[in-house]
């Protein structure tokens, strides 16, 4: 069982996790792409954006690094991001779910270049 004070020191852990500028960049590309897309009626909102922020900080800190690296964004980026999107009726119909358009945009917004 965790305790209050583990709890306060591993959130002090995932506050002090680095995001460079390159990477929050990438988080806010990621973040505009998803306002644009045809298939979607609602993209992802600011709050979503410092979720993911958040989410990859807590990410790199279970992989004991000091600092968030593009692959934590990619691979929090569906579960952070898929349930905050709408779809249109058009991609519904289709079997086009929100899960499908932000992998896709995954793969299609330009990741910054390592160390930059």
């Given amino acids: 069982m965790a305790h209050a004070t583990d709890v306060r020191e ?9 995001v460079s500028a390159d990477v929050r960049q990438y988080v806010i590309d990621l973040i505009a792409a998803t306002r644009s897309h045809p298939d979607l009626r609602l993209g992802a909102s600011p709050r979503a954006t410092l979720q993911l922020v958040k989410a990859a900080r807590a990410y790199a800190a279970l992989d004991e690094r000091d600092y968030v690296i593009p692959d934590d964004v990619q691979e929090l980026a569906v579960p952070v ?14 079997g086009r779910r929100s899960e499908h358009v932000v992998a896709d945009l995954v793969r299609r917004v330009p990741v910054p270049a390592p160390g930059r």
């Fill in 10 to 18: 591993l959130i002090e852990v995932v506050r002090g996790v680095e």
């Fill in 81 to 94: 991001l898929a349930h905050r999107l709408l779809t249109t009726t058009e991609a519904q119909v289709d």
